[in-house]
């Protein structure tokens, strides 16, 4: 018998038409604020300016997932302001093809503001009608190991407003199947092979929602490509890292990018070096690290633990709360500030702006020792961020952060790279990606340890 349970309400583009003309309404007001109270003219021709900026809006929008109503509302905001600042840069580029569009500062801010007061209300209102009329689909989790699946039991309730976990059941259970009838979703973590296609076609009839954590084999197949033996349908894996192209643009942004940024920043960085210098001990930490091709680099920060904080403990990753940690030291690592100086080894070629963060030699071989795969990090050059850095946490375990970091590498592109950027941005805002996960059935307790070390 198929699923008849209720399927999420969608808003066929309604919620998306809705915040276009909100944006045209809040561009248009903005324009003639300044020129009914004070009497300052502008120079805008509409009609050849708004199909401009309504293309801007939607695909601004659309990179930037400010329409996706699924998200966190404070991540909707934060993408919804960066999509209004970047459709304002381009449309101030206007006047370079000739298209009539001379407005004044002032008056740009104007139309910022009104822009932010409308996408705030849309975000209001839509949002939580898209909360009220798509309740979240009762969920499954299927795990071969009960306290790992209530872990991600917990993570999906914290995080998500489509699913709601409520039973965790294993592959060898026999209630198995009862459990899939009585549940909207199913997620699957790490099936065994022979179960692995048996219940995803039940689901497939069932009509359920299926969700899978992937394993390493799942994210190599993920971005594999279609082909054809005569009748024979196959997949195509690429090989893993980038391509000649892929390198040359890269590394040329992170040139032009890095050294921008260290003279804009320079100011900022010489007030935060006499921060830490107020501690006591140097501003700036140096470490050896592990780039492109298992290649040692020096790797610099700032300071933010006691001088020789490993004097008597050896290589040991930073715990939460870590008494080493000093004052200034805690403020900058939640905020990110101290990997600031890494700017310089993205010029010189250490590190790339976006990639697999650099780990210390010694806890590789640790990884490796169960985790093979976490060679092929080393495929590209180490990164200031990267998506792992962005979509995981202080406390990632090295098994989820691989995935992350392989998932970047064969899926790279320039326009992944502007999201990650973008997103880090987001991340240094949110407390949240600093802290530790609480403990209890609903969010299993993990150990606290932060990715970086000293």
């Not at 120079?43 to 929008?61: D, E, G, K, S, Y």
Request: charged share 25%; aromatic share 10%.
């Amino acid at each position: 018998m198929k699923n008849s349970s209720k399927k999420p309400l969608h808003f066929w583009g309604i919620a998306e038409g809705c915040a276009v003309l909100l944006m045209m309404a809040a561009f248009i007001a903005g324009t003639y604020v300044e020129q009914y109270f004070w009497a300052m003219p502008d120079r805008v021709n509409f009609r050849q300016c708004l199909p401009w900026f309504i293309i801007f809006t939607v695909a601004t929008m659309y990179f930037n997932s400010a329409f996706d109503l699924t998200r966190r509302m404070h991540h909707l905001a934060f993408s919804m302001f960066i999509s209004i600042i970047m459709i304002n840069v381009f449309m101030m580029a206007l006047p370079f093809f000739e298209v009539l569009y001379y407005i004044q500062v002032t008056t740009l801010l104007i139309i910022i503001t009104l822009e932010c007061l409308c996408m705030a209300l849309w975000i209001l209102i839509f949002h939580r009608l898209w909360v009220r009329f798509n309740p979240p689909a009762s969920t499954v989790v299927i795990c071969e190991d009960e306290k790992r699946g209530w872990e991600i039991a917990g993570k999906i309730n914290s995080r998500s407003f489509t699913n709601r976990v409520n039973t965790v059941c294993a592959y060898d259970e026999d209630k198995i199947h009862s459990v899939l009838n009585s549940h909207e979703a199913v997620v699957l973590v790490s099936a065994p092979l022979e179960k692995k296609n048996e219940l995803a076609l039940e689901c497939w009839d069932l009509q359920k929602d299926l969700i899978i954590v992937p394993d390493v084999y799942e994210l190599i197949v993920n971005n594999a490509t279609l082909i054809q033996f005569d009748d024979i349908m196959a997949y195509k894996i690429k090989s893993i890292g980038l391509t000649l192209n892929q390198k040359i643009v890269k590394r040329a942004i992170d040139i032009a990018v890095s050294a921008l940024g260290l003279i804009v920043l320079s100011p900022l960085m010489l007030v935060l070096a006499l921060i830490v210098k107020r501690d006591g001990g140097p501003a700036l930490y140096s470490q050896n690290r592990v780039t492109r091709d298992g290649r040692i680099f020096r790797l610099y920060k700032f300071r933010t633990m006691i001088p020789d904080a490993e004097k008597l403990t050896g290589p040991t990753l930073a715990l939460k709360d870590d008494p080493r940690i000093t004052k200034a030291g805690k403020k900058l690592r939640q905020t990110r500030l101290d990997e600031l100086p890494q700017l310089w080894n993205v010029l010189i070629g250490d590190m790339s702006l976006v990639g697999p963060r650099p780990e210390r030699e010694h806890f590789i071989n640790m990884y490796l020792e169960t985790l093979p795969e976490y060679q092929y990090r080393e495929k590209v050059r180490a990164g200031i961020t990267g998506l792992a850095h962005v979509m995981g946490k202080y406390n990632t375990t090295p098994e989820e952060r691989i995935k992350l970091d392989l998932t970047y590498i064969q899926n790279y592109s320039l326009s992944l790279d502007i999201k990650i950027i973008i997103e880090t941005l987001r991340v240094v805002l949110t407390k949240e990606y600093a802290e530790g996960v609480k403990s209890s059935k609903e969010a299993v307790k993990k150990d606290s340890r932060r990715e970086e070390t000293v």
